[in-house]
């Protein structure tokens, strides 16, 4: 089993930054693929970045170009640079890790934690 616990997210205005982490505990040495979802209200979950061991990374064509993703795999933690923040980026922001190149909805899954951009 593999527990993931985020934090990072927050209140920011347009045009501001944040940086989401997540913390992997448990039987990391599985791990191949973490990342991040995001599930605004009414909406469907999205994928927003992941990044593999070796660190090869996939971004929505979203967020190309503001958000960074990053991992530490001694600390088995992800990153989540988030700038050039839009009140369309409000969304609850989940992490996820897998055994796999992917994530995939039977992979291990975070809380969340709650990013509001105010315009």
């Known amino acids: 089993q593999v527990q993931l616990v985020e934090s990072g997210g927050g209140l920011v205005q347009a045009g501001g930054s944040l940086r989401l982490s997540c913390a992997a505990s448990?039987?990391?040495?599985?791990?191949?693929?973490m990342g991040w979802y995001r599930q605004a209200p009414g909406k469907q979950r999205e994928l927003v970045a992941t990044?593999?061991?070796?660190?090869?990374?996939n971004y929505a064509d979203s967020v190309k170009g503001r958000f960074t993703i990053s991992r530490d795999n001694a600390k088995n933690t992800v990153y989540l640079q988030v700038n050039s923040l839009k009140p369309e980026d409000t969304a609850v922001y989940y992490c996820a890790a897998g055994r796999r190149r992917g994530i995939y909805d039977d992979d291990y899954w975070g809380q969340g934690t709650q990013v509001t951009v105010s315009s």
């Open positions: 448990g039987s990391t040495f599985s791990i191949n693929a």
């Open positions: 990044i593999t061991r070796g660190g090869s990374t």
